[in-house]
């Protein structure tokens, strides 16, 4: 019986395109590029925004923000892990919506509520262009 730790000893054996392609796919794995955790973190933001700038009591708002910071924390993970591009895209849009929700969802009018919407969509939408514009020219779609 061989132990397991023989069998990953060599993982270039059973990549059918080659050692070099499993070093390159290593080396892209092992990136940890700095505007993803920094999504993450803008992400935990607007889900604690509603406490940290008071306006719980309006409940879409408080609503909105746990559930979108949720989306966008997650999306940001996943960004570290699956090297695709359709994250930074489906975080473009939430960070439209941020952006959007106040007039859409009727609370415009309640500041404490709708400037930290608007900052932080604004916030994720920067980050999810600069995501886009760093893998632009990989090809991991």
């Not at 719980?56 to 746990?66: E, S």
């Not at 359709?86 to 975080?91: L, Q």
């Not at 500041?111 to 916030?123: C, E, K, T």
Request: with cysteine; aromatic share 14%; charged share 15%.
């Amino acid at each position: 019986m061989v132990p397991i730790s023989k069998l990953h000893s060599f993982p270039h054996r059973f990549d059918p395109r080659g050692s070099r392609a499993y070093v390159k796919q290593q080396q892209q794995h092992q990136r940890l590029p700095w505007d993803s955790w920094l999504t993450m973190a803008v992400g935990v933001a607007i889900g604690v925004s509603p406490w940290a700038f008071r306006f719980t009591g309006l409940d879409y708002a408080t609503l909105n923000a746990v559930i979108v910071g949720m989306l966008v924390f997650a999306l940001a993970a996943l960004t570290l892990t699956l090297l695709d591009r359709w994250e930074a895209w489906v975080t473009l849009g939430l960070g439209f919506w941020l952006c959007l929700s106040p007039w859409l969802l009727g609370y415009e009018v309640y500041a404490a509520a709708a400037l930290p919407h608007i900052g932080f969509g604004l916030m994720v939408i920067a980050l999810s262009i600069l995501t886009l514009w760093r893998g632009w020219g990989r090809g991991e779609e």
